[in-house]
């Protein structure tokens, strides 16, 4: 056997495809959902992409918040303000991305106007304007049972007509604000009666 044939040799073309995982990134958004002090908040922070098997941590909360490892935001506010917390996610491989977020913790909500109202007489005109304050205005006021007879409350908190009867009567009244948190107190009013025509002989 001459060397020509020791020589023979063979070729293929092979192809390898290399994929890489999304970036690892939240897919919450800022700015979170506002927040009330005293009020009761949950909201729930979500990352995609990387490694799945996230873990969520935080820095710079607003007080009375804290953020578990499954990415639940939760908490009571304790102090008004406007908060811009540090989130970190850290996926399966340890590759993590950190963001800052934005979040509103409002003052709570009141009324200004309290209760006894400004009495009146019956069977005349009559006009009170209700005020709150805390939360996000525009406020809406709405009386929640039956409100003294003859007398309507509209949204922007303004009570008026003419009383029908006499007596006192107390109703409820709701103050919302314009992120939907709301809160209740009872209220009370009284009409006299109008004082006797002079008679003249």
């Known amino acids: 056997m001459d060397d020509a044939q020791l020589d023979s040799s063979a070729s293929r073309t ?3 495809t290399i994929t890489t995982s ?9 700015p979170l959902p506002s927040a009330m002090v005293g009020v009761s908040y949950t909201t729930n922070i979500f990352a995609s992409g990387g490694s799945p098997g996230y873990t969520f941590s935080g820095t710079a909360l607003p007080p009375g918040l804290t953020i578990t490892a499954t990415g639940l935001l939760f908490g009571t ?25 934005q979040i509103t913790v409002t003052p709570p909500l009141s009324f200004v106007t309290t209760s006894p ?5 019956a069977t005349g005109a009559y006009s009170q304007t209700f005020l709150g304050s805390g939360g996000s205005v525009p406020y809406t006021f709405t009386i929640t049972d039956t409100g003294p007879p003859g007398l309507t409350m509209s949204p922007a908190g303004i009570l008026n007509g003419t009383p029908t009867a006499v007596g006192t009567f107390t109703f409820t009244v709701q103050l919302t604000d314009r992120l939907n948190f709301s809160i209740s107190a009872k209220f009370q009013v009284t009409f006299a009666a109008p004082a006797p025509l002079l008679q003249f002989s």
Not at 23 to 30: E, G, M, Q, R
Not at 83 to 89: E, G, H, Q, R, S
């Open 77 to 101: 506010p304790t102090a008004a303000g406007v908060y811009f917390p540090v989130l970190t996610v850290v996926d399966q491989q340890q590759a993590s991305v950190s963001t800052t977020f």
């Open 14 to 16: 092979l192809s390898i």
């Open 22 to 30: 999304p970036v690892l990134t939240f897919s919450t958004t800022s």
């Open 117 to 121: 109202l400004p009495s009146g007489t």
